[in-house]
C-alpha cells in the first residue's frame, strides 16, 4: 500500500511539473498534416514571443537552463518594467542635460517588451545559442573583421555615406541576416513570419519591412553566384522537417548581434512538434569571423486564429538617415573653424 501511494505522488508530481513547463507534443509522436503535394503542412502565421537572448549573459557561464522559479522571477520583473515604461511621463520632467545622448526609450515605451520565455523541448534555455557551450558567439577577434570593421581601417568613419551604416537602419533588410536569427527585445513585427507552400516553392514572408524569401526545393544554388539581402536560399524535406540552407549574403548584412561576411552560411531546420508550436533551428557558419560553426533553437508559436501580418513602412531611411549624415558634415566644419 504504502509504495502504491508513493509511485501515485511521484507520478502526480511528474504530471503537475511537466504541465507547468508546458512540454509540446513530442516530435517523434506528433502526426504533422500534409498539404495536398504530400509534403509536411507549416503554413500559417508563426511568431517569436520569448524572451531568450540570442547569447547567454557572460554571468551565467555554463548554465544552459533556468529553473521555474527564476523563469518566475525574470518574467516578474519584465512585466514590472513593461508596466512602468506604460506610465506617462512626467510634466515637470527636466529636459536631457546639454550634450547628453537621446535614447530610443520612446521606441521601447511604444513596442513593449516581450515579457515571457517560451520553453524549447520543454527547457527553458538560457540563451537561443545551444553550441557553443557557453552560449556565445565564438568570434575569431575581439573586433570581428566584417565589411564596416575593413572600412574603419581604410580610414572611413560609421558616418562618411550611407553605406556605412546599417542595413535595417536604411530601411534595407531586418535586424539581422534572416527573420529570426537574431532577436530584439522589443516586441514588434520582426517576430512574426508567415509560411505559404506549394509544390516546389517555400515562401517565408518577414512582416518586418514586408521581406520575402523564396526558398526552392530540390535545387540547387545559382552558380555563379552574387550576394543579395538574405542570400540564396534551398530547401529540401528531411521526414517532417523543411531544411533550408541559405548562402550569398551581401556583406552589409553584418550587424552588432552578429557580425558576418561573405563567407557566412546558414541551415535553418523547421520542425513543427504540436498543432501550434514549430522549433526552429540555425546552424550559422562563418570560417572568416567565426571560430566554430554557432547552433541555437527556438520555439515559434502560431499566431491566434484571425491574426494576420501587415505591411510594414520604415521611415529611417527616408528621415533619420539623411540627418544622421547631415549632422556629421555639421561637426566636420564646425571642427575645421577650431583649428
Not at 12 to 41: M, N, R
Not at 196 to 218: A, C, D, F, P
Not at 235 to 251: I, N, P
Not at 269 to 296: A, C, G, H, Q, W
Amino acid at each position: 500500500m504504502y509504495i502504491q501511494r508513493k509511485l501515485k505522488v511521484c507520478l502526480i508530481y511528474f504530471c503537475v511539473i511537466h504541465a507547468k513547463v508546458g512540454y509540446p507534443q513530442s516530435a517523434a509522436i506528433y502526426e504533422v498534416p500534409l498539404t495536398e503535394f504530400g509534403h509536411p503542412d507549416l503554413q500559417g502565421v508563426w511568431t517569436d514571443q520569448t524572451m531568450t537572448p540570442l547569447e547567454r549573459p557572460v554571468s551565467l557561464g555554463l548554465k544552459s537552463q533556468y529553473t521555474l522559479l527564476e523563469i518566475e522571477e525574470l518574467e516578474g520583473a519584465r512585466q514590472v518594467a513593461t508596466e512602468k515604461a506604460r506610465q506617462p511621463l512626467p510634466v515637470d520632467r527636466r529636459p536631457p542635460p546639454s550634450g547628453g545622448i537621446i535614447t530610443q526609450q520612446s521606441d521601447v515605451n511604444f513596442n513593449g517588451l516581450v515579457s515571457k520565455f517560451v520553453p524549447v523541448f520543454g527547457e527553458y534555455l538560457t540563451s537561443r545559442i545551444v553550441q557553443p557551450e557557453d552560449g556565445r558567439l565564438p568570434y575569431l577577434e575581439e573586433n570581428p573583421q566584417d565589411i564596416f570593421a575593413l572600412r574603419e581601417k581604410a580610414g572611413f568613419t560609421r558616418f562618411d555615406g550611407p553605406e556605412n551604416r546599417p542595413a535595417n537602419e536604411r530601411c534595407l533588410g531586418v535586424p539581422g541576416q534572416l527573420p529570426l536569427i537574431v532577436q530584439l527585445p522589443l516586441d514588434g513585427p520582426w517576430r512574426n513570419i508567415q509560411i505559404i507552400q506549394n509544390e516546389k516553392y517555400v515562401v517565408i514572408y518577414g512582416e518586418y519591412h514586408t521581406s520575402s524569401r523564396i526558398v526552392r526545393l530540390n535545387g540547387d544554388h545559382f552558380e555563379p553566384s552574387f550576394p543579395k539581402f538574405f542570400g540564396d536560399s534551398i530547401g529540401y524535406w528531411e521526414g517532417d522537417t523543411l531544411v533550408v540552407h541559405t548562402k550569398s549574403f551581401r556583406q552589409d548584412q553584418s550587424n552588432r548581434r552578429l557580425r558576418s561576411s561573405q563567407s557566412l552560411e546558414v541551415v535553418e531546420r523547421y520542425t513543427p512538434v504540436s498543432d501550434n508550436e514549430m522549433v526552429l533551428e540555425f546552424e550559422i557558419s562563418d570560417p572568416d569571423i567565426l571560430s566554430e560553426k554557432v547552433k541555437s533553437r527556438i520555439t515559434l508559436e502560431r499566431m491566434p486564429e484571425g491574426q494576420r501580418l501587415y505591411e510594414s513602412g520604415c521611415h529611417e531611411g527616408n528621415y533619420s538617415l539623411p540627418s544622421i549624415l547631415a549632422g556629421a558634415r555639421r561637426q566636420e566644419i564646425e571642427a575645421s573653424l577650431t583649428r
